[in-house]
């Protein structure tokens, strides 16, 4: 999953301010806070090179998890095209860009973020880009809190941070996002507490008499049992020579882990069901851990006897729906 060449190019020359050897330390010092603080984003930014560094850090990862969460949505809405966007808690602003790559309707589109730093690197970050709802983003500095006053909204995103609010707001905050938007979509990080916000949040969603477009194929129950195992998914991401130095890191690539959700108050059919694992691939057989609509979580094996299936279960990766929509 590829940055936009004008966003890699701008996040490039915002980060070319500091030395590496700045970022990396900055990036070390917020591994540790984040790892031992409280939640909250905003004590943990404390330099203009915390910020820069934090872009490096996490940036690249937030734009591929919601391209690919939004990607799957687009695929299973194809009458819905956004005129209006409100990210709330959208430091940097990658969910714009992820969103501005998938809907090109876009008209509009309001970031809430509560650090004024942020807002100005994701402002200049934003400036660069070919999309005009983009460029002209509307930058909102304040809090999210659920009497907060957004504008209306036909997409309402949050990305990675849900799970930095105090649990008892939560779900007031939720019902927040969801108050007159036609999809919602919210994305944690791949962890068990991560998918705990999500899946409550659905919950709430579901209540609010919305319908689940993804992961999710129906809306009753979830399936996986609390403590024993949690959705989520990954999507690989490359690393520049700069991002490999700021990250310490070796390899050209990452993996990010997420979970999510997609709802709309539209009656979307959704998919049948979802590739939750990865694939097991071997010679002549494909199995496959689906979540399904009628029969919750299931294990199915594809052998090569079966032609056409065995040929798109050898295609299908770890997130994609289940059997393979017809183009």
Request: hydrophobic share 40%.
């Amino acid at each position: 999953m590829l940055l936009p060449d004008e966003l890699r190019t701008a996040l490039d020359a915002a980060l070319a301010r500091f030395s590496p050897h700045e970022l990396s330390q900055s990036a070390g010092a917020l591994t540790g806070r984040y790892r031992t603080g409280a939640p909250g984003e905003g004590p943990f930014l404390r330099t203009r090179a915390d910020i820069a560094a934090y872009a490096a850090y996490r940036m690249p990862a937030t734009f591929a998890a919601a391209a690919t969460a939004m990607r799957q949505a687009a695929a299973l809405t194809p009458g819905f095209a956004p005129l209006t966007q409100v990210d709330v808690g959208g430091g940097t602003g990658a969910a714009i860009w992820a969103a501005g790559e998938t809907w090109p309707s876009l008209e509009r589109i309001t970031v809430i973020e509560h650090d004024a730093n942020i807002i100005d690197l994701g402002r200049r970050l934003a400036g660069t880009s070919r999309s005009a709802a983009v460029r002209g983003t509307s930058w909102q500095h304040a809090k999210i809190k659920a009497d907060l006053r957004r504008p209306a909204a036909d997409l309402v995103t949050m990305s990675y941070a849900l799970n930095e609010l105090p649990e008892g707001e939560r779900a007031q905050v939720v019902r927040w996002l969801a108050a007159d938007a036609a999809m919602v979509i919210i994305i944690e990080p791949g962890t068990p507490a991560g998918y705990a916000s999500v899946s409550a949040a659905r919950e709430v969603l579901v209540g609010q008499g919305m319908t689940l477009v993804a992961p999710c194929p129906h809306g009753g129950p979830c399936p996986i049992v609390p403590g024993q195992d949690w959705c989520h998914f990954s999507v690989r991401l490359p690393r520049s020579s700069l991002h490999r130095r700021v990250k310490s890191g070796t390899l050209s690539f990452e993996d990010e882990k997420f979970s999510y959700l997609v709802a709309t108050s539209h009656a979307w059919p959704g998919s049948e069901g979802r590739v939750v694992r990865h694939p097991g691939k071997r010679k002549g057989l494909v199995s496959l851990r689906l979540c399904t609509r009628e029969e919750g979580l299931r294990d199915v094996i594809v052998s090569k006897r079966q032609g056409p299936v065995y040929q798109a279960a050898r295609d299908v990766e770890w997130g994609d729906p289940w059997p393979v929509p017809e183009s």
